[in-house]
Structures are given as C-alpha cells and as structure tokens.
T-cell receptor
Framework: DAKTTQPPSMDCAEGRAANLPCNHS???????VYWYRQIHSQGPQYIIH???NNETNEMASLIITEDRKSSTLILPHATLRDTAVYYC?????????????FGAGTQVVVTP | EPEVTQTPSHQVTQMGQEVILRCVPI?????FYWYRQILGQKVEFLVS????????KSEIFDDQFSVERPDGSNFTLKIRSTKLEDSAMYFC???????????????FGPGTRLTVL
C-alpha cells in the first residue's frame, strides 16, 4: 500500500470548517483513500473513503485531486467532539478485507 | 446501531500469565481483526481472520499469540505468556465485504487495556 504524509497537528475553531490534507504521491490506480479517526483512547472510527471522485457523507467530504496524489478531508462545521487523531490510509480496493496500516495521523484540536 | 463489543475493558495480569481478550463482532460480519496500540504510539495490525482461519498476521503476532472463534459469535485473542511489552490497548474489529464495490469499512470495538506487571 502507498505511504501517506499528514501534518502532525492542527487547530480548528468550533463551527468552522476543518480541512485536513494528506499526500499520497505514490498511490496506484487500484488504491482507495480511506479516512479514519480516533477519539482519545477509543477504537478508530471509519469516516469516508474514495477512489477518484469527490465523496460526501453525513460526517465529512473527501476531495481527491485529479492526479490522485493528494486529498483533503473536510469537516464542514467542526464541533468539540471532532477533537481526535485523523488517519489517512491508502489501501488496494480489491484487498478490501486486508489490514489497515495506521500512521501517526493528524491530531486535530477543536477549540471553543 | 450494531457495534463491536470487547471484554474486559481493563485487564491486569502478572508477567508470564496467560490472558484471553474477548470480542463479539457485528453479527453478519465475515472478517475479524485484532490491532494493538501501545500508549503514545500508533495503532498496529496484529492478525486478520476469515472462514475460521488466519488470513494474515504481522511480525508482532508470534507463537505467544493465538486467535479463535469458538462459538460463532465470540472472537478471542490469547496471549500465552505475557511480557511487560504486551501492555497496550487491544482493539478488535470486524468487517463485511460489500459484494458490489468490494470496499468496506472496519468497525472497531472500544478496546481492552492490558496491563502486564
């Protein structure tokens, strides 16, 4: 699976959009971008995934660049409960039952 | 909403003792996983399990570790002779393949904090 690079931390004001970048310059054509988050000491939680089109669900939006070398997770209206470590993970789609390889992620702190 | 459950939430044991960590995956899920997270470090994959056998295991998952699905609902991780360095949060996860898209999310349990003294 391709490696990803994320900033170690970022702050966001409550109610504002949080834009979390992720670089995955070695991504292959059959690899998907997944985002998970981990609220302190809890199990990781799936947020969203995508291949090449932008995706949106009730939690977030995922914007993938046309060359697929980077992506941005958008939390449209951050709340205090969104404070967590966010992980960008690249996985082969046809191996979707395989392991998740977590990096260090981005520690997001939402402030009042 | 269905969820993965794990017991106990916290286990304290003496070095050299055997421990069994228990998980109840979501009922219609087919793939099961164990991960661990040492305090302050990243989440690490241990093992995946499908169709009553191990699909993949990491270097961490040595002969001291074993997994079992004894009764069709529980999924267990056994550590035969615990070491100090086994102290960590252990997370169970489960997933089901979506036949059409063949991508799926893993649902994680709340974890069991294992402390080896």
């Amino acid at each position: 699976d391709a490696k990803t690079t994320q900033p170690p931390s970022m702050d966001c004001a409550e109610g504002r959009a949080a834009n979390l970048p992720c670089n995955h310059s070695t991504i292959s054509g059959n690899e998907y971008v997944y985002w998970y988050r981990q609220i302190h000491s809890q199990g990781p939680q799936y947020i969203i995934h995508g291949l090449k089109n932008n995706e949106t669900n009730e939690m977030a939006s995922l914007i993938i660049t046309e060359d697929r070398k980077s992506s941005t997770l958008i939390l449209p209206h951050a709340t205090l409960r969104d404070t967590a470590v966010y992980y960008c993970i690249v996985r082969v789609g046809t191996d979707s039952w395989g392991k998740l390889q977590f990096g260090a992620g981005t520690q997001v702190v939402v402030t009042p | 909403e269905p969820e993965v459950t794990q017991t106990p939430s916290h286990q304290v044991t003496q070095m050299g003792q055997e421990v069994i960590l228990r998980c109840v995956p979501i009922s219609n899920h087919l793939y099961f996983y164990w991960y661990r997270q040492i305090l302050g470090q990243k989440v690490e994959f241990l093992v995946s399990f499908y169709n009553n056998e191990i699909s993949e295991k990491s270097e961490i998952f040595d002969d001291q570790f074993s997994v079992e699905r004894p009764d069709g609902s529980n999924f267990t991780l056994k550590i035969r002779s615990t070491k100090l360095e086994d102290s960590a949060m252990y997370f169970c996860a489960s997933s089901v393949t979506s036949g059409r898209a063949r991508v799926n999310e893993q649902f994680f349990g709340p974890g069991t904090r294992l402390t080896v003294l």
